[in-house]
């Protein structure tokens, strides 16, 4: 009788009562981008080209046999601004390689070239925004780009990558990675549909109903996302009712420094939180990455560079990073396509990321696990009482300037125990001109949506 009042208080009252806890659930966690340079879209009225940049992101959750559970998928393109596209998130280059054709009102006639200062450069980087967040302006034949791509993301669930690769080599245009249509007019689409069962052809037909954008092409590779997004996948425990979040948060810095010739070093600085949360806005789960480019003046041997667009002044080049210019990087269509490729995150350059504790992966694995438990208000929080107004890092006893020192002797003894932990094992900041990973996880919490776990 006793275990009876208890499953019946279980089935009546909160999940959160003694005994009536909810169920973990295990889970693989995935994050993974796909980086594509294009040429285009097109050129400007001048006969001057137009450059973007593709950018992926995939937030999956898969269980034990390597199907998807749960995916979510986004993309920042961002291009020369001589592009006639109103959305287009733009990007003219560096501060000093001069400007670029500028079609301001987009209408296909360029007005101008684009300033190419500090102020400009800081004002082109505020302002991108990812496809998603571009909403129903982003337009496409049938509905939005976001429709299109959650119509994917339903095709995805239960399936493997292995399995999405074959779906897509068996049922997409070998020209542009675009579902078979019956009204294609390319002769080897048309011969590829042919060979389709009846069954086949239905179940295009649902699928091209919401969903005819590519999966792979030069606009994007998502399925390389997905790929990516399994390799790095992490068993986590989370409770049944969950919500996951992915958030991107792009900024520009100055610096790192200067070369030995006194030009300026420029860098811009993209952070990913990938968040589950449970009903109540508590992290059940944290994974953050973080993409760094520079200038290729700067020195470290394993920063990502970009030099600028195809055709633009080039950039001095520290090609041994040994703190001297060797020369200056040629813009070229090559040198443009291999400098993206090579973007690698903070987490794919692993050890060889070393700082002052550790290395940023280990120093950012602390964080996400201090972070579990606690909403997004409360890390805030965290952040407010425990890190440096002036460079976001955690507070040390060690510090020198006034205002850190006088922050620091207002803790309590406790805090100072919690700190001197802390410190032990992360000392970076989460909020710098490095990153603003505190903002990612907000993003992260704003764009959340509501998962089955089983």
């Known amino acids: 009788m006793k275990k009876l009042i208890v499953l019946l208080l279980c089935l009546t009252m909160l999940s959160s009562l003694t005994g009536c806890a909810e169920k973990a659930v295990k889970v693989y966690q995935g994050f993974g981008i796909s980086n594509t340079a294009r040429k285009g879209p097109g050129t400007d009225d001048t006969g001057t080209q137009v450059w973007s940049i593709n950018q992926v992101f995939a937030d999956v ?58 102020a400009s450069f800081t004002e082109e980087i505020a302002a991108w925004k990812t496809k998603r967040a571009r909403g129903a302006e982003y337009v496409m034949t049938t509905g939005t780009w976001s429709t299109q791509m959650d119509r994917f993301q339903q095709l995805f669930v239960g399936k493997t990558v292995a399995e999405i690769e074959e779906w897509a080599a068996k049922y997409t245009s070998d020209l542009n990675g675009r579902p078979l249509k019956e009204t294609m007019t390319k002769p080897e689409d048309i011969a590829k549909y042919a060979t389709l069962t009846a069954d086949d052809k239905t179940m295009l037909a649902d699928v091209t109903t919401g969903a005819t954008m590519s999966l792979n092409d030069s606009h994007g590779n998502i399925i390389a996302a997905l790929k990516t997004a399994y390799e790095n996948k992490v068993l986590r425990e ?12 792009s ?22 939180a990938n968040t589950l949360f449970d009903k109540d806005g508590k992290i059940l789960s944290l994974h953050i990455d973080q993409i760094e480019y520079a200038t290729p003046n700067y020195d470290g041997s394993a920063m ?56 940023w992966a280990s120093q950012m694995d602390y964080y996400e696990t201090l972070f579990v438990g606690k909403t997004v208000e409360e890390v805030q929080t965290w952040f407010d009482t425990y890190t440096s107004d002036l460079n976001g890092r955690p507070l040390k006893d060690t510090m020198t300037k006034p205002e850190d020192i006088a922050k620091y002797a207002a803790l309590s003894a406790d805090d100072k125990a919690i700190l001197a932990d802390i410190t032990t094992s992360a000392t970076m900041s989460l909020k710098d001109s490095h990153g603003d990973i505190l903002a990612a996880i907000k993003a992260s919490f704003d764009n959340k949506f509501a998962v089955e776990l089983k």
Do not use: C
Request: glycine share 14%; charged share 20%.
């Open 251 to 272: 900024m520009l810095r100055k610096g790192p420094g200067s070369d030995d010739t006194g030009t300026q070093v420029w860098s811009i600085n993209q952070v990913f």
């Open 304 to 359: 990502p560079h970009f030099s600028g667009f195809p055709g633009q002044v080039g950039y001095n080049d520290d090609d041994n990073h040994d703190g001297v210019v060797d020369g200056v990087q040629a813009n070229t269509e090559e040198t443009f396509f291999a400098e993206i490729a090579a973007f690698a995150t903070k987490r794919d350059r692993g050890a060889e990321y070393v700082m002052t504790t550790g290395t």
């Open 61 to 118: 959750l898969f269980d034990a046999d390597g199907k998807i559970v749960s995916v979510y998928v986004d993309q920042l393109e961002i291009a020369t601004p001589n592009y006639d596209g109103s959305g287009m998130p733009h990007f003219s280059g560096f501060p000093g390689q001069g400007g670029y054709n500028y079609d301001a009102n987009h209408d296909g006639v360029v007005d101008s070239v684009t300033l190419g200062t500090e």
């Open 238 to 249: 989370v409770k049944k009712t969950a919500f996951q979040g992915l958030g991107t948060v």
